[in-house]
């Protein structure tokens, strides 16, 4: 018989990983228009992503090439 186990799961990570794309864009000196253009999203949903603080989310495809330009190893978006 299989039980399920009991795991704490974080309910803030999107929020964690809203503010860290800001932290880490605002450190590369990148605006969030310059950042959409290069991962291929509308200035709107870069725009939204750090504004709504976790109320959207967005795909790991998309998550890993914000890593890319913003030159961020992508698990400092969980921290």
């Known amino acids: 018989m299989?039980?399920?186990r009991e795991f704490k799961f974080d309910n803030e990570i999107r929020?964690?990983?809203s503010l860290?794309?800001?932290k880490y864009?605002?450190?590369?000196?990148i605006t969030q228009e310059q950042l959409?253009?290069?991962i291929g999203k509308?200035?709107?949903f870069t725009r939204r992503l750090e504004f709504?603080?976790?109320?959207i989310g967005c795909s790991i495809?998309?998550?890993y090439k914000i890593s890319v330009v913003l030159n961020t190893r992508i698990d400092k978006f969980f921290e």
Not at 25 to 29: I, L, Q, S, Y
Not at 52 to 55: D, L, T
């Open 2 to 4: 299989v039980y399920k």
């Open 15 to 17: 929020k964690k990983i």
């Open 20 to 22: 860290n794309i800001k």
């Open 25 to 29: 864009r605002e450190k590369a000196g």
């Open 36 to 38: 959409a253009v290069d």
């Open 42 to 44: 509308s200035y709107d």
């Open 52 to 55: 709504k603080k976790g109320k």
């Open 61 to 63: 495809d998309t998550l």
